[in-house]
């Protein structure tokens, strides 16, 4: 089991709940599963190789000497790339990106949200890791409970009062 800001490999068939702030990783037929508002969730994934990363991303920036990589954007991709490429044993990795969550959970916010800001700053974390988004369910004004299996890579979003989404 994973705690706040460590990394868990989960190589056979249960779940993993990854706390906010933290992250983890599953690999063949794992999955990991995270509870989002305004935060965050970044999804990572090997296709061939079947690796999963999953973090639960709180805010844009990281302080100083962070405890908590998977805390933050800037620091939650670095830290899913090392677990991941650790998975790995030499083989070179081909990764992609999903991006789940980012509520606007109060209706009195003004201006960016932090769940926008979140976003922002991984998606320049991972251009600048070379490693492309390509889907995202982001934005709108609930939380959802995001599942990344790491046998296809698939993402099942669940909403409270909706059918569940696949990406």
């Not at 090392?82 to 999903?98: D, F, H, I, K, N």
């Amino acid at each position: 089991m994973s705690s706040a800001g460590d990394t868990a490999d989960q190589s056979l068939t249960s779940t993993i709940s990854v706390p906010i702030g933290g992250f983890a990783t599953a690999s063949r037929e794992g999955s990991l599963r995270t509870f989002l508002g305004s935060c965050v969730g970044l999804a990572v994934y090997e296709r061939r190789l079947k690796l999963a990363g999953l973090a639960h991303v709180v805010l844009p920036t990281a302080p100083a000497k962070s405890p908590l990589p998977g805390k933050y954007a800037d620091s939650a991709v670095p830290a899913l790339i090392a677990a991941l490429t650790s998975l790995a044993a030499g083989r070179r990795l081909q990764l992609t990106a999903r991006l789940v969550g980012g509520a606007k959970m109060f209706a009195f916010q003004t201006g960016p949200t932090v769940g926008e800001q979140n976003v922002q700053a991984l998606e320049k974390a991972l251009s600048l890791a070379g490693i492309p988004v390509v889907s995202r369910d982001c934005g709108g004004g609930k939380g959802r409970r995001m599942t990344l299996e790491a046998a296809n890579g698939q993402i099942t979003i669940e909403t409270l009062g909706s059918e569940p989404k696949y990406l």
